[in-house]
């Protein structure tokens, strides 16, 4: 098994989570950050919200310790369970989607 090493993540942000990144309409939001091996997804959005604080407004509840209820994550192609996904562990070279809960019938 390969350790995870130094690397980039990139995160998009799709519509309708944009606007307290400064976006309006059909703009999205691409962020290249970097990582040092593997880490949590709710570790990794903490070490973020100072430098985009934003994070902490459309994305995670830091106090509550979950991603607010009308976020879904897609983490490498695959759609993360809410309740796990602030476990999930990435590393360099992964894909981060956040985008609105759809519902509806």
Sequence with gaps: MVAAGKGMVRLEIVPWLTQPFGKEGTSRVILDEEV???ISL???LTSL???YPAIGVAIVD???GELFEHVN???NDTVVGSHTALKERIQAGDSLVFLPAFSGG
Excluded: E, I, P, R
């Design 36 to 38: 040092d091996g593997a």
């Design 42 to 44: 709710g570790d990794f």
């Design 49 to 51: 919200v100072h430098k």
């Design 62 to 64: 830091l106090d509550a």
């Design 73 to 75: 994550v897609v983490h």
